[in-house]
């Protein structure tokens, strides 16, 4: 039987003050509805009535889930594959230059099929990969070689093990926030970095776009984070946020999704321009940009 959560308080900063925003469809999969909250506390929105842990992994079989599936079908997908060479490229820079190590440990969690642990080994880092879906791990280890572990071993690495540990929109899919932030900051060298990428539902492409916006993906993103309510996420488990960087390709490729959620079909020109202005209003501060890379120390 199907169970879901009713929060009567903000997730992150448990304040009681939530009200409705937005009812937004599950257009991957199911075509069911969810309503959207947020918190006037802190500004997190989040998913109500999601499905909790036992009952969410229907959501998530389906090939249109391209972290799971690796699929080119269809030119957004295909778009998306092309794209991804170049990002993961520019992710394991940003690992290097921040840590200031060409090599060391590093935890991948939320993997999908491999691709990043792969590029981050490729170029001499010990990698541990974890991904909870079984068919993500056996695409990773059938394309790419790559042994992922469960999700579940997480809780089992004694403190201090990894010099940067990777969250590419994984946070938000997350159902014990709080636990796995505790979790997050024990396994964290003491001098080591914390990569944590979400959207962001305070970009322009997500005011442009509203209830169509496909960055919400209900229910698998069971959190709607704003750089606010990072903040406050990050400061509850002592963390500090070190610096904010923009993901630019995000709001070009889920532009052309909310456009094809909005009209039934991709406007090309349309969403390319919105995707534009997005990035414009982000230019000089990558905490509007449609989905942010926080960079987290101890």
Known sequence: MS???????????????????LSVKDYTIS????????????TLRFTQEAPDANSINPYYNSENYISHSDT???????????????TLKQKRKLVQRVTGLQTGSLLDLGSGTGAFMHEMRTHGWKVTGLEPDEGA????????????????????????????????????HVHDLHDYMTQLKSVLKKDGCLFIAVPNYTSKDAAIYNEYWAAYDVPRHLYHFSPASMQVLMEKH??????????WYDSFYISMLSSKYKSGKTNLVTSFLNGLRSNLKAWSDARYCSSVIYIISK
């Open 31 to 42: 075509n069911d509805s969810f309503a959207l909250w947020e918190c006037s506390g802190c």
């Open 72 to 86: 080119s079908r269809g030119f957004i997908n295909r778009l998306y594959q092309s794209v991804r060479k170049r």
């Open 238 to 247: 002592g963390l500090r946020i070190q610096q904010y960087k923009p993901m």
């Open 137 to 172: 791990r056996k695409i990773a280890a059938e394309k790419l070689k790559t042994q992922l572990e469960d999700a579940a071993e997480f809780f089992r690495f004694p403190g201090e093990s990894f010099d940067a540990i990777t969250l590419w929109h994984v946070l938000e």
């Open 3 to 21: 169970s879901t959560i009713h929060y009567t308080n903000c997730p992150v900063c448990g304040s009681p003050a939530i009200q409705p925003v």
